[in-house]
């Protein structure tokens, strides 16, 4: 009786929607497993291709970690994925697809220990322990090489890197010039940022080039400038970080005079700076000379009579890497320059590239850099081609680093899987069960690879686990898809090799994104963001009044709220979490 006159407390505002328990976690895991839909078809070296159009332009693409970013995706949870998909990108540059479609395989497996009332808390601590036996194993059965094995080991990983790519036909001609390209950087920072890539749009794919060097587009210059001398050799190169043209006043600004005679001087003032500052070039004894800031028409000619290249509003990026190239350093003041701060390379040219005037430096002294000239027949396959040829530079950068390797094609997978069940049947209770189900979510790599070249699956799995049965034979380990004549193979043999950092990384965070997914069990959604007006990540504010998107559903019920009517439809999920039972969540 005392409880009926207990006041009620209220602790969140009107109207807030909270989306709690077990089903919570469930309509998490099937936002994750909606969006692993979407990439897993661009797995592989037979993978498709995803159009993407945003409203203003159309991008074509099979990297994961690309489409993640491209599309735009709301949902908090899933969100998670879209973080892992491009940490992957930033620490390895491959295997973003593969580290979505793994997170959400694993999440795939435990939903039904969810399902029957398991503990979220002992799943995650069985999917932990599974991850460090296989962090374990990959260092334990990976191969190193060194010597002059190491430079076709560099090449392989690349070649590995660009099967699934746009220009996988080509990969004999840009596996050795990725590999070029960061041989040529200083080995202790390897910055791939200093490797510049220019597209040009027109000939064929085959006509790219690796320029060790710096090449950058002709910049917008003034009519003095065909003046200039185009070859140049052994040229002494200044770097500016000063604007050389007559500076106009402002708006605002005011200059009062008494005698008409004092404007005269006023403007003879003006030319004597801008006079001085060229002079100073000049004397500097450089014979090129770029600048971050634009360089006028007056200072054009200027140039241009003595004999001296000159350029302004030169990239930031293009600028650094002609630091590193020749040695200059770049300067914000023309005071005080002397000998050292000035920069040298064997032969300077402007040639014309496709419809495209360059710019060349070649034959550096310290050189730590290299461009990347990519020709292709259209626009969105030049960026495409771009992508790739970034995955490649950094793949070769994690094996230059790292020097261990594995098989790919799916051997990895199944040989740590296999690992795993064995593992499995010397522990007892739940954790048996968790070990399992981490096993054979591993297994969703043969399988989607062999999916996506339209191999039977099943029969391909079955084989592999067969051949993985017997891997006291060292060869047997290496086992994969043969996606090309369907079955399997030795993928090492094969030439398939992938850093063992590209798999200790996709694995580890696959994993820990499946843990953050379990770990939370309720959402909470405030209703500010529902109000008409509010600011919405990609739920829409359209058509259906405050708080509702186009729709004409609340924004809560995207992310499961509502008794997950938004995520299973209205009036389906009367029974809660049973629904689920029989269907994997479907």
Known sequence: ????????????????????????????????????????????????????????????????????????????????????????????????????????????????????????????????????????EINKIAVKQEGDAFRQLLEKCAGTALNSKLIARQKHLFAPMVVDAVLLLDPSLCDIKLVGI?????????????????????????????????????????????????????????????????????????????????????????????SRLPIGDLATQYFADRGIFCAGRVGTDDLDRVSKATGAIVQTSVHGITDKVLGTCEKFEEKGVGDERFNFFTGCPKSKTGTILLRGGGEQFLEETERSIHDALMIVKRSLKHRSIVAGGGAIEMELSRHLREHSRTIAGKQQLIMNAFA??????????????????????????????????????????????????????????????????????????????????????????????????????????????????MVSEAMGGGGMAGMMGKGKMRKGVRAFKGKGGA
């Open 1 to 136: 009786m005392e409880s009926a006159f207990q006041p009620q407390v209220i602790l969140l505002r009107e109207g807030t929607d909270t989306s709690q328990g077990k089903s919570q976690i469930i309509a998490n895991i099937n936002a994750c497993e909606a969006i692993a839909e979407t990439v897993r078809t661009t797995l592989g070296p037979l993978g498709m291709d995803k159009l993407i159009f945003n409203g203003q332009r159309t991008t074509i693409s099979n990297d994961g970690a690309t489409i993640m970013k491209l599309l735009d995706i709301v949902h908090p949870a899933a969100k998670t994925l879209v973080d892992i998909s491009m940490a992957q990108d930033a620490e390895v540059g491959d295997g973003t697809t593969s580290v979505v479609v793994i997170a959400a395989e694993i999440l795939r497996e435990v939903k039904t220990f969810v399902d029957d009332g398991l503990h979220p808390r002992l799943i995650i601590k069985g999917l932990r322990d599974s991850c460090n036996l296989v962090l374990s």
């Open 198 to 290: 220019k597209k040009v749009t027109g000939g064929s794919v085959t006509d790219s080039e690796l320029v060790s060097g710096v090449a950058f587009k002709k910049t917008f210059s003034y009519a003095g400038a065909e003046q200039q001398p185009k070859h140049l050799t052994n040229p002494k190169i200044l770097l500016l970080n000063v604007e050389l043209e007559l500076k106009s006043e402002k708006e605002n600004a005011e200059v009062r005079i008494t005698d008409p005679d004092d404007y005269q001087s006023i403007v003879d003032a003006e030319w004597q700076i801008i006079y001085d500052k060229l002079d100073r070039c000049v004397e500097s004894g450089a014979s090129i000379v770029l």
């Open 440 to 553: 054979r979510a591993l297994e969703i790599i043969p399988r989607q690879l062999a999916d996506n070249a339209g191999i039977d699956s099943t029969d391909v799995v079955n084989l592999l686990r067969k051949a993985h049965a017997n891997s006291d034979n060292s060869n047997n380990k290496w086992i994969g898809v043969d996606v090309m004549n369907g079955g399997a193979c030795n993928t090492f043999e094969s030439g398939v090799w992938e850093p063992a950092a590209n798999k200790l990384n996709s694995i580890a965070a696959a994993t820990e994104a499946a843990c953050v997914i379990l770990s939370i069990d309720e959402t909470v959604r405030n209703p500010q963001s529902e109000q008409a007006g509010a600011a919405s990540g990609g739920v829409g504010l359209g058509r259906g009044g405050p708080g509702q998107g186009r729709t004409g559903k």
